[in-house]
């Protein structure tokens, strides 16, 4: 199976600045329609798994322009600009390209 | 609006079977993949299995053998059975949807249910 991590573990940041984060995969999860398959999902306290980036960078409804994901290949980055107090919690990377689907072990994000 | 509810029993005991129904509103359940994952207590998330809407399945290789997915598409549901508990079974168990664009691209895991604490002891 397509292993992931992620880095930082934690990331205490001030609301108004920029966060990002970064994941990685075993292999690459690009796929032969031209598609990478990683997505980005935020678990807020006590609450489920939302989805806000799916293939890299294209983002999910309703999720702001704030939060932007790049990348290719086997490296892949979260970026949040302007962090609020709303968007902290637990930030996951998960490759679709094969099943077992596998996600990141996790970013927490807080304020500082 | 899709929505997603489990239903289930919260207490199990080792060795037994558990099962679960994830009932589904505001949406069809055609041509969409629909998910299990769980997540134990302070752990990460763990993909279990799909069903398509077809009943074709997938499932985790960590627990295939243990695990069933299946869908009623007449009463909008779909379920869950992973048999031979033990302690480590114990999570919060969450339904999803695996979206997709009308054009069938991939859109991610777009919607997920509240999630259900099942917990494995006797």
């Known amino acids: 199976e397509i292993v992931m991590t992620q880095s930082p573990v934690s990331l205490p940041v001030t609301p108004g600045e920029s966060a990002s984060i970064s994941c990685n995969s075993s292999?690459?999860?690009?796929?032969?329609?031209?598609?990478?398959?990683l997505d980005w999902y935020l678990q807020k306290p006590g609450q489920s798994p939302q989805l806000l980036i799916y293939?890299?960078?294209d983002r999910a409804s309703g999720v702001p322009d704030r939060f932007s994901g790049s990348g290719s290949g086997t490296d892949f980055t979260l970026k949040i600009s302007r962090v609020e107090a709303e968007d902290v919690g637990v930030y996951y990377c998960?490759?679709?390209?094969?099943?077992?689907?596998?996600f990141g072990p996790g970013t927490k994000v807080d304020i500082k | 609006q899709v929505q997603l509810r489990e239903s289930g029993p919260r207490l199990v005991k080792p060795s037994e079977t558990l099962s679960l129904t994830c009932s589904v509103s505001?949406?069809?359940?055609?041509?969409?993949?629909w998910n299990w994952f769980r997540q134990s207590p302070g752990k990460g998330l763990e993909w279990i299995g799909y069903?398509?809407?077809?009943?074709?399945?997938n499932y985790s290789p960590s627990l295939r053998g243990r695990v069933t997915i299946s869908i009623d598409t007449s009463n909008n549901q779909f379920s869950l059975k992973l048999t031979s508990l033990t302690a480590a079974d114990t999570a919060i168990y969450y339904c999803?949807?695996?979206?997709?664009?009308?054009?069938?691209?991939?859109?991610?895991?777009?919607?997920w249910g509240q999630g259900t604490l099942v917990t494995v002891s006797s």
């Open positions: 292999q690459s999860l690009f796929h032969s329609n031209g598609f990478h398959y």
């Open positions: 998960m490759q679709a390209l094969e099943t077992p689907f596998t």
């Open positions: 293939l890299v960078s």
């Open positions: 505001g949406g069809s359940m055609s041509d969409m993949y």
């Open positions: 069903v398509y809407h077809s009943g074709s399945t």
């Open positions: 999803a949807r695996r979206g997709r664009s009308t054009s069938g691209w991939y859109q991610g895991i777009d919607y």
